[in-house]
């Protein structure tokens, strides 16, 4: 598979890994669009969060993102979640991931 987040999982390309757990890995992304920008990432290949049936992944994604939300102090004055699905959807590649983005105040609303 060609999978960079495969690559990245299996440790083939190098990271700057924040957090790792049995089912996820947790990095910085190599393109921050704010001050904090890390990934969480299954390390089970879903090409979309459509295509995760596992409850304990998709919880842990949550706990994880809470968790670590706190950890580097985000968590009090605001963070955004962001999960990109397919295409249109913004999604680049194609691995499920979440993005955790704060540290700044975050320009656009979103709903």
Request: glycine fraction near 8%.
């Amino acid at each position: 598979m060609d999978c960079i987040f495969c690559k990245i999982v299996s440790r083939e390309i190098p990271s700057k890994i924040v957090h790792e757990t049995e089912r996820l890995i947790v990095i910085e992304d190599i393109n921050p669009q704010a001050p904090t920008h890390l990934l969480l990432i299954p390390k089970t290949h879903y090409l979309t969060i459509l295509d995760c049936d596992d409850r304990e992944v998709l919880a842990e994604l949550l706990d994880t993102a809470r968790k670590i939300a706190r950890d580097v102090g985000v968590a009090k004055k605001g963070f955004r979640l962001v999960v990109n699905t397919n295409e249109e959807g913004g999604q680049e590649i194609l691995h499920l991931h979440m993005h955790l983005l704060g540290g700044k105040v975050l320009s656009g609303r979103m709903g």
